[in-house]
């Protein structure tokens, strides 16, 4: 069996699958002309943010069974036509929360202290104390949006920080936040309206899209300062322009836009914004980890020992599921009647 390697990974990775006795075909870079055309003789496919897998190049193949992302999103290959077709696809969630939590709290002092603005005002010749006169960070509310993987990791670190913490996020319970020392926000607004300081770690997807927009800008403490090392598309970019310029927000640390690179982005026209290159994973333990979990979890995949970190594949092999199964269709039941019935109290 065959597996593309689309984008630069470490050699460790062909080694780790030409074990498995997999044939490893390593085209990092590969054009859109030739990707058609190889397709369709491979079983497996890893990719970073570089390559996009679409439809129409899904249509190339029947071979393909598993595509990996080394990373987390998974927004450069098309899930539900993947699906449509059989072919598993896979991210690695682990490598590179730790590098993302570090970078938003890079970007949280970068805002709080000046420090791009000042070190260009220097570099300018220029000597403005007064106009960098920064804030603390003890004490101030940090509002994160998304206890996920990298939420509660960016939690913890603000928590070192002395940051007062509150969070929201749908999906969590609490005994996982108990142990963060988070205060979990009922719903978004609560965050929204106490946090000095924000900060983004939710997917990109059709629920997420515009989460952030005039309306949740009005309900801010005015002068709060805004990160997002998530994905574009979240926040308005629009909207949080209009909301720098009237002042309601005071700065914005902007890692990812809603298109990379942000070429003529009006955001990247004002002092208040200060932004990074999508480097949130960007470190080389981060590039490694992730390189490598990709290339375990690919060559398992192929050699029928299982797949890992399927995002359109339940979390669990046949046999377990055939067992789950009664439950699940239990839950579903449950669900759907607890749905019907008038709420008390
Ligand atoms: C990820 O999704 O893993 C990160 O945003 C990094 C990337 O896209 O390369």
Redesign the pocket.
């Known amino acids: 069996m065959q597996v593309l390697i689309a984008d630069e990974l470490p050699d460790v990775c062909i080694e780790i699958l030409e074990k498995s006795g997999l044939k490893v075909l390593n085209k990092p870079g590969i054009k859109i002309d030739e990707l058609k055309t190889i397709i369709s003789s491979c079983e497996g496919i890893i990719l970073?943010?570089g390559t996009k897998i679409t439809a129409p190049l899904l249509e190339n193949t029947d071979r393909l069974k598993a595509i990996c992302r080394a990373?987390?999103?998974v927004d450069n290959v098309d899930v539900p036509a993947a699906t449509k077709k059989g072919i598993v696809v896979m991210n690695t969630p682990e490598g590179?929360i730790i590098s993302t939590a570090e970078h938003t709290v890079a970007l949280l002092f970068s805002l709080a202290r000046f420090v791009p603005q000042a070190c260009a005002s220097v570099k300018a010749g220029k000597w403005e104390r007064k106009k960098f006169t920064g804030f603390q960070i003890t004490g101030k509310t940090f509002g994160i949006i998304g206890l996920g993987r990298v939420g509660r990791q960016v939690a913890k670190r603000a928590a070192a920080l002395e940051m007062k913490i509150i969070g929201y996020d749908p999906f969590i319970s609490p005994e996982v936040t108990a142990q963060y020392s988070i205060q979990i926000a009922k719903n978004l607004k609560e965050v929204l309206s106490q946090a000095d300081y924000l900060t983004i770690h939710v997917p990109f997807n059709s629920e997420t899209k515009n989460l952030i927009t005039r309306n949740e800008f009005s309900i801010m403490k005015p002068g709060v300062r805004i990160i997002n090392c998530a994905r574009g598309g979240i926040i308005s970019e629009e909207d949080l322009y209009q909301a720098i310029k009237s002042g309601q927000v005071a700065g914005a640390a902007i890692d990812v836009f809603d298109v990379e690179p942000p070429v003529g982005n009006k955001l990247l026209e004002l002092e208040q914004v200060i932004t990074t290159p999508?480097l949130?994973?960007s470190t080389e333990e981060a590039q490694f980890a992730?390189a490598v979990e990709a290339a375990e979890q690919m060559a398992d995949a192929l050699t029928g020992k299982g797949f890992r970190n399927a995002v359109n594949l339940p979390p669990y092999n046949i046999e377990e599921y055939n067992t789950l199964k009664p439950y699940i269709l239990l839950a579903e039941k449950m669900g759907s009647l607890l749905s019907h019935l008038p709420l008390v109290g």
């Open positions: 970073r943010s990373g987390v999103g590179n999508h949130g994973a992730v």
